[in-house]
């Protein structure tokens, strides 16, 4: 049976369970802030522990402003405020729960340690009997086509808490397995179905599986029974959600390990559809676009704005409601803000599931790297019998010493993924940065984890292809000078230059035997390269350039060759050679302090 390892790029969970805790994390967070304004909380804690509804319903709201502050966040944790709100999670008037589930939602986002701390106040018990009402409930959202599709408030409520019951079991470990203990994985598989419970809700409710069915065989069973799910989403070639929903779909199923081995062909294909579309040329049309959708408004619905601001005294209490519910609504460059982030999040999520569907480690590993039992793993997986009425992708192992199965190569090279991940891997423009700046913080962020998740993912298939399958020498050369001239020139960002350096490493192994093709290396390119892996004080990215220990001999022999042609040049390349020469004894240093082979770097 193939074996999977978990995703390490999106998703990590805190090693501590909950009451194992001494409680020094939390109170360093807490203790660490300066300045804790408690004016405002005492207020809002007041209007919390108010009879009245309205005075709830402000105190909750202004509870959800607070939130944005990392200050105001650690007042609210040195009161019982979380106590008091928890229960509201279970009020009849579901304008307070809705209120109530939101709030916390925000809180939940501050930290790993608020999430501790949300879970040591017991935020589980009316959290878990809320969703168990859904669970057990024939509910379906509504949505109005009068305003853009809005869901009910009751689906609200479940999209909060979802949410919430998210960022908790992402950061709480007792939190998992509290969830473990209900059967409301089963009960939620429903709300996939994006076509009954619209987008938002789906796409929610498979980042929370994905969370969940991580190094968690008792979350498989549910999973495996209900894999007919998982393939229709598979299939889905529409809009931009949908390929998000498409790659969660395969990131769930990767969780597992005997669906991972059955299924790895189906979710290459599937996935290779989500890469081939060019994030670039998308972000560039719609940046070009959301300015003039932020000037939509034509001047009749402005005059009619003013009007009805102007007579607000003869609204009704209805009409009022559904005015204030219009001004909320997303306008049409936040959708296409929404879009583009859909697309940025499907494509990496898609390169880290080739990353764990292609891997070359053939263990599992826990949260911290730790094998897990296989004999524990035998157990959980023997609840589904693979070799009954299954196609031939049941027999699927993707790797046998240390290569493909024909199949998988044959879906890499037909739907050449390599290229689609090497495009997915290019830096944005200098231009498109700045217009994202300016646009959504938040999408450049996601378009640089995306060039992150898809170089380690090509680093993996560099380790485990081999070089016709990665496209030749040649190419493998020009993406190793293109990523050097890419990560040495301008600024030094080392969250890009290690999976960087980590790739041009895996690619000097295939390079190893064609030694010629640096001879081709321009001197520029040579000094712009090992004079950044020089002046770099990160040890990760140090340590993957001892293959630099290689080049010297080459660089040697064609500057003696070319002596004559570099005429006054040649006492700088001498210089440089001479350099390189005592970067290459630096190196070999460095590389006994890594524990690597001392002579290694003058092979």
Known sequence: MGKTRKHKIQYSRKSNPLFAINGSDIDDFLNNSSAIAIGPIEAVRDQLQNANT????????????????????AGICQTDIVRIVGPFLCEKDESVRNAAAGALRNLSVASSEVCDYLVEQDILTPLFAMLQEYAVDDWKPKFDVNMCNQMDI???????????LWNLCESAPYAVDTFNQTVLMESFIRCLDFSVYGLDIAISVAQFFLVVSENNPKSWKVLNDHVPNFLCLLSLTGDYGQAYLCSLAAAILTNVPALAASYSVTMLRALAGVLKINHQIVISSVIANISNLSNL???????ELEIKMDTTDDESEEAAANRRRRQELPTEADIAVRDIGYLLDAQRVAAEV??????????????????????????????????????????????????????????????????????RAQPLSDDLSNQLRETDINLLMKAKNLR?????????????????????????YNVWLELGQQVFKGPRDYSIMEPSTSLMRSALEHLKSERELFKQMAQNDLELILGGVKNCSMPEIRANWLQIRKLEKIFRSKARSQRKELKERYPAVQTVRTNLTRFVMYLEKESIKLGGPPSSATD
């Open 354 to 423: 080739i990353t764990n569907l292609c891997s070359d480690e053939d263990d599992y590993h826990d949260e911290d790297g730790n094998d897990i039992d296989d004999e524990s793993i035998s157990e959980n997986e023997c609840v589904v019998d693979y070799e009954s009425n299954k196609t031939s992708e049941s027999s699927l192992n993707l790797l046998e010493g240390d290569k493909f199965t024909f199949d998988v190569i044959d879906v890499i090279k037909s739907l050449s993924m390599v290229e689609q991940l090497w495009q």
């Open 154 to 164: 009751r689906s609200d409520i479940f999209l909060q808490a979802i949410n919430l």
């Open 297 to 303: 408004i034509s001047q009749p619905e402005t005059l």
């Open 452 to 476: 992150i998740s898809s170089l380690l993912c090509l680093q993996n298939l560099c380790n485990c292809l081999t070089a016709e399958d990665l496209g030749g020498h040649n190419a493998i």
């Open 54 to 73: 309205e005075e709830k319903l402000n105190g909750l709201q202004s509870l959800a402003v607070l939130t944005a502050s990392k200050d105001k966040v």
